[in-house]
């Protein structure tokens, strides 16, 4: 297939202070890459806002193409593992930071970070979990092999009006978890719970304790508030139960003591989804599209914006405004 000399992207640039919008880019202007896809589908992540509107220190080179996700149909390939009209998406990987992202009606990607898209999931469908749904897929994936199961009770998911969280707690749901859940949004309690949740609760309701080790309530945790929350997770997990450390919304800092660990062999395991390996990437996409599958996508993607629509969509994320999934139509 031949590719258009100009096509439409969204472009950062820092020359004389930041600087980002809608521009005609070649296909020379993109990074290096084995696979180019027609892009159909992107979303709008909490970095990708920081890095549209320069208030985060997201790229490290510039000029680069925004968006940390991407999915569509490759156009060309000099890799034999991908042919013209495949579906494919791609998630962290760099984009965005260091080569160019997914906000662009046409991507190249290094071919080792292109995933064939699973049976059982769409372009669309996988763009409403994009990074967020990897996310919370590989905690569950690190928390299995160290050992994670149903038996050990329920698992509490926290910030859970976030996108990671939200689909965290359908993803527990039908992996068979019990899925508890606690928001600062109290209002969005039947949301939560038409999710799977089956404990709402609110955070000024938790009464965490000081003392090293508190009477244990949860077999596990998916966390994306980090701090005290995270710390306080230590003291309430069951023995040998894990919590996925996969946020910060709540503070980098973590004060809290070994015993926990010692004790009760509690782990936390972190949750580094923009440079996992392959291997584990396939698998968290496998189970996404198949016996993980959320069952609420279309609750959980509550907005889709065009690719003009962008810079609209940033401050709104940024000032907290944002509920739910937003995907970009390219």
Request: proline share 5%; with cysteine; hydrophobic share 40%.
């Amino acid at each position: 297939m031949s590719l258009p000399q100009h096509f439409r992207a969204f472009r950062i640039h820092s020359d004389g202070g930041h600087r980002a919008g809608i521009e005609q880019v070649s296909i020379d202007d993109l990074a290096p890459g084995e696979v180019v896809i027609r892009a159909q589908w992107s979303s709008v992540n909490y970095k990708d806002a920081l890095a549209g509107t320069g208030e985060g220190k997201i790229l490290r080179r510039y000029p680069l193409v925004g968006g940390i996700d991407v999915a569509g149909h490759v156009v060309a390939s000099t890799d034999p593992r991908f042919r013209e009209g495949d579906p494919v998406l791609c998630t962290g990987s760099g984009l965005s930071e260091t080569r160019d992202g997914g906000y662009s009606e046409y991507v190249r990607l290094p071919a080792e970070w292109t995933i064939p898209l699973p049976a059982g999931l769409g372009l669309r469908e996988a763009m409403v979990l994009g990074t967020a749904g990897f996310t919370a897929g590989l905690s569950l994936l690190r928390m299995e092999a160290n050992g994670q199961t149903p038996a050990l009770g329920p698992v509490v998911v926290t910030g859970a009006t976030g996108g990671v969280s939200m689909l965290a707690i359908d993803i527990l749901t039908r992996a068979g978890y019990e899925a508890h859940a606690i928001t600062g949004k109290t209002d969005q309690r039947g949301f939560l719970e038409r999710l799977g949740a089956r404990k709402v609760i609110g955070r000024g309701e938790m009464q965490w304790g000081q003392r090293p080790l508190e009477t244990a309530i949860w077999g596990g945790a998916i966390d994306s508030v980090g701090g005290e929350t995270l710390a306080a997770l230590t003291r309430v997990i069951q023995p040998y139960g894990n919590i996925a450390a996969c946020g910060l919304a709540g503070g980098h800092e973590l004060q809290t003591t070994v015993m926990p660990f010692i004790i009760r062999g509690v782990s936390i395991l972190g949750i580094a989804s923009a440079g996992t390996a392959r291997a584990q990437r396939e698998q968290v996409w496998e189970r996404l599209a198949g016996p993980w599958k959320p069952a609420h996508l279309d609750a959980i993607c509550t907005r889709e914006v065009a690719l003009d629509e962008l810079p609209g969509v940033f401050p709104t994320m940024l000032a907290g405004g944002s509920f739910g999934r937003t995907v970009v139509r390219l």
